[in-house]
Every structure is written in C-alpha cells, then in structure tokens.
C-alpha cells in the first residue's frame, strides 16, 4: 500500500503505479520497501511463468503473434496476483534489506545519547540530558566528531573497565575503534544481530557463551588471508567490556600489557608481542588510534 494506493491490485504494467513506487522509495519507508520486494517478487514469478510457457509447444491450430501477446499479459496478471498473496521470497527480501539499511543497532541506541553540538546553556530545557564529561585521559573539547560520538556511546564501559585494570580508558577505546572501525564494523551475525563484541575476541574452546562466524582477515607469515572464524557475542557492550578486561588480568600472556598499561605504545606493542592479533601492523596502527583520544 502506497500514499493509499494498492499496486497489487493494479495491473502488472501499470506505469503510473511504477512511478508511484519509485517516489516512494525515495522516502526509504518501510511501506515502500515492502512494495518494492511484492514487485519484485512478482517479477521473478513472471519470468518463472514465461519460462514455462516457452517450455510448452506452441505450435497449435489457433497459436498466433496475438494469442501469444494476450496469454503474456495474462501471465502477468497472474504473477501479480498470486504475489500479492505471496511465496515467503518477498518477506526474505524485505528482512535482508532492513538489516541492510539499518542505522545504529537497537542496543546501540539504549546506551548513551549520541552527542549535539551544545548551544547557550541559557537556552538548554530543564531535565535535557547533558553529554558525558570524559576522563581526565581523554582530552574534552578538541576531540574530532566520530571520536567524540564513540566515547559518549562507550565511555561509561571503558571507565569500568579501567577501574578494574588499571588501563587508562582511552587505550581500550582505542583499541576498540580500531578493531570496529569506530563502530561501523562491529561484528554481526549471519541474521544481522549485534554480537556487541568489540575487541574481535575469538570464541575459542573456553568460551560457553554465544558465538558468531564471520569472514576476517588473518596474516599468516605476513600476508593477508580470508577466514572464517568464530567470534564471541555478548549481550550488551558492558558484558564486551567486561568480559576483555577479565581476558587480560586472567590471561597469562597479558601480565606484560597490565604491566606497560599506563603508556600507550608499551600496551600496544604488549598486545601485539602476546599474540593478540596476526597483524604485523598492529601496535602502530593502535598507537594511532589512541592518540586521537588525547596525548598518548
């Protein structure tokens, strides 16, 4: 149903009713997108119809261009009608482009506000929500605006996990940016769900917890390979936070990094020489991160 109208109803070639869809589509509402995939939905089942008649002999007594023309149009029709009611191809679509599409994962949003720019707190309404004050290892004021956007979503989390580390917060912010790329490639599973895991921990054999296959890059004596492997999915970005910091304070190969974790290129280079990530960049390419948090 679109703006009132109902293009099922109409006939399959129907171009006012194209033209209908694709204004609406511009709106990318979901109404719209469901009538894109009943359309295309419909089109698949057309050409499925007109391969069978070209399967079909043709050469019959009363078969001419005109009946040939007539029993298209009829297939059409047809098509329209009975995608309407639907075969579930129409429902796979409209699941996998709304995933697609999507902004900011649902828990995403329940976390923290995104933040504003501030005007004239003269003009902020009683009870608004001001934005988080960072910590005092992350500089405020200056931060550029996807850094700033990342430690209002993560900065409570960070901060607890450094209070039970000893980690400055900016380090595992930093490392988690880097790891995401600040939060626009976090881990998700084959349905789209958010797996919340944002240091790209692996689900090896002591983890009895969910867990997510994904495709990821993995160096093997310096190159770059394509594998699948199984990630760890958390609840939420809290138990994400709390789950690295338990890995590093109870994990033997990460005593050298708790040690160096108050300066950021020792727990940078202390990841990468306990084995953390496989790639040969990794410490600097962390080292990078982090400075845009504050001085490093």
Not at 111 to 123: F, G, I, K, N, W
Not at 156 to 171: C, E, L, N, V
């Given at each position: 149903m679109i703006g009132g109208t109902d293009l099922s109803s109409k006939f399959a070639l129907d171009v006012q009713g194209v033209n209908q869809l694709k204004m609406a589509a511009k709106q990318s509402s979901p109404e719209a997108l469901k009538a894109a995939a009943k359309q295309f939905?419909?089109?698949?089942?057309?050409?499925?119809?007109?391969?069978?008649?070209?399967?079909?002999?043709?050469?019959?007594?009363?078969?001419?261009?005109?009946?040939?023309?007539?029993?298209?149009?009829?297939?059409?029709?047809?098509?329209?009608?009975?995608?309407?009611?639907g075969i579930g191809l129409a429902d796979v679509m409209v699941r996998q482009l709304s995933i697609t599409q999507a902004v900011p994962d649902?828990?995403?949003?329940?976390?923290?506000?995104?933040?504003?720019?501030?005007?004239?707190?003269?003009?902020?309404?009683?009870?608004?929500?001001?934005?988080?004050?960072?910590?005092?290892?992350?500089?405020?004021?200056?931060?550029?605006?996807?850094?700033?956007?990342?430690?209002?979503?993560?900065?409570?989390?960070?901060?607890?996990?450094?209070?039970?580390?000893?980690?400055?917060?900016?380090?595992?912010?930093?490392?988690?940016?880097?790891?995401t790329g600040w939060g626009r490639a976090e881990i998700r599973g084959a349905d789209g769900q958010n797996s919340y895991n944002l240091f790209g921990i692996k689900a090896g054999g002591a983890w009895h917890g969910r867990s997510v296959d994904v495709a990821t890059t993995e160096y093997v004596n310096g190159r770059a390979q394509k594998q699948v492997e199984s990630f760890r999915a958390y609840d939420s970005y809290a138990d994400a936070f709390r789950d690295y910091a338990g890995l590093l304070r109870a994990n033997p190969r990460y005593q050298n990094v708790i040690a160096q974790g108050q300066d950021a290129a020792g727990f940078a280079q202390g990841l990468q020489q306990a084995g953390y990530a496989t790639d040969p960049n990794y410490a600097n390419k962390l080292i990078s991160v982090i400075r845009q948090f504050g001085q490093a």
């Open positions: 939905e419909a089109v698949f089942m057309n050409m499925l119809m007109k391969s069978l008649r070209e399967a079909a002999p043709q050469d019959g007594m009363f078969d001419s261009e005109q009946t040939r023309m007539y029993t298209s149009m009829l297939d059409q029709q047809l098509t329209q009608k009975l995608a309407s009611r649902e828990g995403a949003a329940n976390e923290s506000a995104m933040p504003v720019a501030e005007p004239d707190a003269t003009r902020i309404p009683a009870g608004t929500p001001r934005p988080l004050a960072p910590p005092g290892d992350v500089r405020g004021g200056n931060l550029p605006a996807k850094v700033e956007a990342f430690v209002q979503r993560l900065l409570p989390h960070a901060q607890a996990a450094s209070a039970d580390t000893g980690i400055p917060a900016r380090f595992m912010l930093g490392q988690a940016a880097l790891e």
